[in-house]
């Protein structure tokens, strides 16, 4: 699935996972409990990192590598 959308962390983690189904063991890597959580379509990736205590540049460049694999992949 091609999208025009490009990673942003103001975008909503809910979103990202849409966007980009592999970014989903990224979350779940990072012990995170964003994946079906009910808060997902409200927090951004910037919320949910500092929820987790998280360095956000490092978990964007895991969420962008993410993306990239699933899109070579496609």
Same mark, same amino acid.
């Given at each position: ?7 942003? #962390?103001?975008?909503? +983690?809910? $979103? ?10 990224? %979350? @779940? ?11 997902? #379509?409200?927090?951004? +990736?910037? $919320? ?10 490092? %978990? @964007? ?14």
């Amino acid at each position: 699935m091609a999208s025009s959308k490009r990673l942003d #962390p103001d975008l909503s +983690v809910d $979103d990202v996972m849409k966007l980009w189904p592999d970014t989903i063991r990224v %979350f @779940l890597a990072n012990r995170m409990l964003c994946v079906g959580c009910p808060i997902g #379509p409200f927090h951004t +990736v910037s $919320d949910a990192c500092r929820e987790h205590e998280l360095d956000e540049t490092s %978990f @964007l460049n895991q969420l962008a590598a993410a993306i990239d694999r699933q899109g070579n992949a496609s």
